[in-house]
Nanobody
Framework: QVQLVESGGGLVQPGGSLRLSCAVS????????MGWYRQAPGKQRELVAT???????NYADSVKGRFTISRDNAKKTAYLQMNSLKPEDTAVYYC????????WGQGTQVTVSS
């Protein structure tokens, strides 16, 4: 059973930065593409960034140029560096496989407000 634990969220002002972490249990981390998702109140969960097993990345247009996804296979951890944060980035952020195949973790709250 794969388990995902997100951390690193918090309250930041517009223009600020946060680095989210996703610790992954199990022994198959390096074989899966990983993704970061977010869900704001009243909205569907959306995929914001992915990284495949070879390190290739993709981003939603809304975060392109501001967010960077990375992974450390030795630590079985995925990261999301978020820069130039905007109020519309406010959401609960989740990690999962790039197709959402694992059980969802608790997520981590990101609030961008002055």
């Amino acid at each position: 059973q794969v388990q995902l634990v997100e951390s690193g969220g918090g309250l930041v002002q517009p223009g600020g930065s946060l680095r989210l972490s996703c610790a992954v249990s199990g022994s198959f981390f390096s074989f899966h593409g990983m993704g970061w998702y977010r869900q704001a109140p009243g909205k569907q969960r959306e995929l914001v960034a992915t990284i495949n097993s070879g390190g290739s990345t993709n981003y939603a247009d809304s975060v392109k140029g501001r967010f960077t996804i990375s992974r450390d296979n030795a630590k079985k951890t995925a990261y999301l560096q978020m820069n130039s944060l905007k109020p519309e980035d406010t959401a609960v952020y989740y990690c999962n496989s790039a197709i959402g195949a694992f059980p969802w973790g608790q997520g981590t709250q990101v609030t961008v407000s002055s």
